[in-house]
């Protein structure tokens, strides 16, 4: 027995169907900023962080939505056919997951971004602050330079 599989790996139809089902609640950072690039129809990425750490930066085109405002708001403020990415910090923080759950209470289709903001700034992506955009340098423990993940 190794340290590894102290506990036994689960059957492959299993593992399969807890994989597939974690890829229908999360999406990441990579993917989030593709389709926005691409301007994907019906997506709507939501930054669910306070109004200080919004005006700190946040995702170009996000909505403002505050976790604790999400039941009062999103009703006036989000089209109900439309796919929700959730964000907050990082991922020491479950801000994104309370968000996303209450986006699901709502009865939205919504996916929580792992990585949230800080793999946004880590990746080098667009940041928007006071209206400008800008981007800082590319970490290289997360995208190292010359390689593409293409996963």
């Known amino acids: 027995m190794t340290a590894v599989t102290r506990v036994p790996p689960a059957p492959p139809a299993e593992a399969a169907a807890h994989f597939a089902a ?3 609640f999360e999406t990441d950072v990579s993917d989030v900023h593709a389709d926005l690039e ?3 129809p019906g997506l709507l990425v939501v930054d669910s962080r306070s109004p200080e750490s919004w005006a700190a930066g ?21 089209t109900s056919s ?6 907050c910090w990082g991922p020491a923080c479950n801000g994104a997951t309370r968000a996303a759950l209450e986006f ?13 903001f800080e793999y946004w700034v880590r990746e080098g992506l667009p940041v928007e602050r006071a209206g400008a955009v800008s981007r800082g340098p590319v970490d290289p423990l997360v995208a190292p330079p010359g390689f593409a993940c293409a996963c």
């Not at 946040?58 to 989000?78: K, M, N, Q, S």
């Not at 209470?105 to 929580?112: D, M, N, Q, S, Y």
Request: cysteine-free; charged content about 15%; aromatic content about 4%.
């Open 104 to 116: 699901a209470r709502l009865g939205f289709a919504v996916k929580e971004m792992i990585g949230g």
């Open 58 to 78: 946040h995702i170009p085109g996000a909505l403002h939505l505050p976790t604790a405002e999400i039941a009062a708001r999103a009703a006036a403020e989000v």
């Open 22 to 24: 974690r890829l229908a």
């Open 82 to 87: 439309a796919v929700v990415v959730t964000y």
């Open 38 to 40: 691409a301007g994907a």
